[in-house]
């Protein structure tokens, strides 16, 4: 039981190219989340999901789109990368969004842009 | 000590001691908060969770306080220890299904 796994750990983008965070999770759960931690800061909500085929925005999701094609997967799309969007990308799920809290988080993908 | 601004608040302990780490909430509608751990290159981790409709829960070593009165929430940490030593965040969850919104977070730091 993995949990919930996110690739790639690091990545250096220059400005304007696109890139896909995965995230994947192996405990069907039905809600999932990417969260976004600047240095110093908290987590801040980009999109969730609360099913396959089911998507919405969160807090900052501008510069960013997501899909839920399935019940595992909850891949993150970065068009045209720009500096602000260096920071460390956290995927989230939960079971049950309403009658539990609990988010289990993946280990963060750390991006740069240049 | 403290610090504001761009920093994240800081609190510094000596191993052994029991220690308290706030947070105000924005929400008067959320119904529930659950302190995380977030240790250096990882992803937050749950450590305890309380239900608007109590004021007080208690974990191993950890109890959470809940005031809606002034919306404030607090993380106690009894016999504080070095692998304690990490940032903690307090998250709110308002009326949308399963979505948190995470406060700035404080750093503990815990001396031998």
């Known amino acids: 039981n993995a949990g919930v796994t996110q690739t790639p750990k690091f990545r250096i983008l220059k400005i304007g190219q696109s890139m896909t965070l995965q995230c994947t999770q192996d405990?069907?759960?039905?809600?999932m989340y990417w969260y976004r931690q600047d240095p110093g800061m908290g987590l801040k909500l980009i999109y969730y999901?609360?099913?396959?085929?089911?998507?919405d925005k969160g807090e900052v999701p501008n510069g960013y789109n997501v899909s839920r094609s399935t019940t595992e997967d909850f891949p993150l799309r970065l068009e045209l990368a720009a500096p602000s969007q260096t920071s460390v990308y956290f995927c989230?799920?939960?079971?049950?969004?309403?009658?539990?809290?609990?988010?289990?988080f993946g280990e963060g993908s750390r991006l740069t842009v240049l | 000590g403290e610090s504001v601004g761009l920093h994240l608040p800081t609190l510094s302990v000596q191993e052994g001691d029991n220690s308290i780490i706030n947070c105000a909430y924005s929400?008067?509608?959320?119904?529930?908060f659950i302190w995380y751990k977030q240790e250096s290159g990882k992803g937050p981790q749950f450590i305890i969770d309380?239900?608007?409709?109590?004021d007080k829960r208690q974990g191993q070593r950890v109890t959470v306080l809940l005031n809606k009165t002034v919306k404030h929430l607090s993380l106690q940490i009894a016999a504080t220890q070095p692998g304690d030593s990490a940032v903690y965040f307090c998250?709110?969850?308002?009326?949308?299904?399963?979505?948190?919104?995470f406060g700035q977070g404080t750093i503990l730091t815990v001396h031998p």
């Open positions: 989230a799920s939960s079971f049950r969004g309403r009658d539990t809290g609990e988010l289990f």
């Open positions: 405990m069907n759960h039905n809600y």
């Open positions: 999901s609360v099913g396959a085929g089911i998507t």
């Open positions: 929400n008067s509608a959320s119904d529930y």
């Open positions: 309380i239900r608007s409709n109590m």
């Open positions: 998250a709110e969850r308002g009326t949308s299904y399963g979505k948190l919104t």
